[in-house]
């Protein structure tokens, strides 16, 4: 079978116990990155074979993968950081599972955009997730459909293209709409920015950007 394993997205400490014990368990673990997940493995004890599972050999890969599983081999899945499938490789191979009739089990954990629409202030009984936005071909298309959106909005980001991405929103959604821009969530830098578009996207502009994004953004008042 195939168990998709979330996996801290900075705290060490945030790995569950039972994690651990799939981990321990399984007969190969397939990673996004081999040295990230190896300092993770090392750090809870874990010595299992480990394989490379990305977006650049998922493609050329998945069938070889089902065929060890069909054949009684259980494998488990780590991304660099949080849960599988979220704006991470995990979709091919778990939908070549699901076709082939083979378990699959996704264990519950850390996933960057959680704690951050949750420690945001804003409205989260209603929210969409919208992962890493188009870099160029559909980017106007979304924007522009997402400007009437009454939900709250969830976005990824790299700190290289997060200004950048701020000043798109406030083209498109308004200088004063409110947001909250988390980066290092879990780390000793945490940081949680609240205010405007305007206020956040000049906050950022303003000094030297590290670590993982996620934006959260206000829906557009009904």
């Known amino acids: 079978m195939l168990y998709l394993i979330p996996s801290p997205i900075g705290n060490l400490g945030d790995m569950t116990y039972r994690a651990v014990e799939v981990l321990r368990q399984a007969d190969?673990?397939?990673a996004e990155d081999t040295r990230?997940?190896?300092v993770l493995l090392q750090h809870?004890?874990?010595q299992k074979p480990i394989t490379p599972?990305?977006?650049h050999n998922e493609h050329k890969i998945v069938d070889h993968l089902v065929g060890q599983m069909e054949a009684g081999k259980t494998m488990a899945l780590l991304t660099d950081a949080g849960t599988?499938?979220?704006s991470d490789p995990a979709f091919l191979l778990v939908r070549a599972c699901v076709a082939k009739g083979l378990p699959v089990e996704c264990l519950p954990?850390?996933?960057?955009?959680?704690?951050?629409?949750?420690?945001?202030?804003l409205p989260i009984n209603r929210f969409c997730f919208e992962g890493f936005l188009p870099l160029k071909k559909g980017r106007h298309t979304l924007l522009t459909?997402?400007?009437g959106e009454e939900r709250t909005m969830v976005f990824y980001e790299s700190p290289v293209r997060l200004v950048k991405t701020l000043e798109s929103l406030v083209t498109y959604f308004g200088a004063e709409r409110q947001c909250c821009v988390s980066r290092e969530l879990t780390k000793k830098f945490e940081e949680n920015k609240r205010g405007t578009l305007r206020e956040v996207a000049d906050h950022f502009a303003a000094k030297t950007v590290k670590g993982e994004?996620?934006?959260v953004v206000a829906g557009k008042e009904a």
């Open 28 to 30: 190969l673990i397939l």
């Open 36 to 38: 990230t997940s190896s």
């Open 44 to 46: 809870y004890l874990v």
């Open 53 to 55: 599972y990305h977006q």
């Open 84 to 86: 599988p499938g979220i």
């Open 109 to 121: 954990g850390a996933t960057a955009f959680v704690p951050a629409l949750v420690n945001s202030g």
């Open 145 to 147: 459909a997402l400007a």
């Open 213 to 215: 994004i996620v934006i």
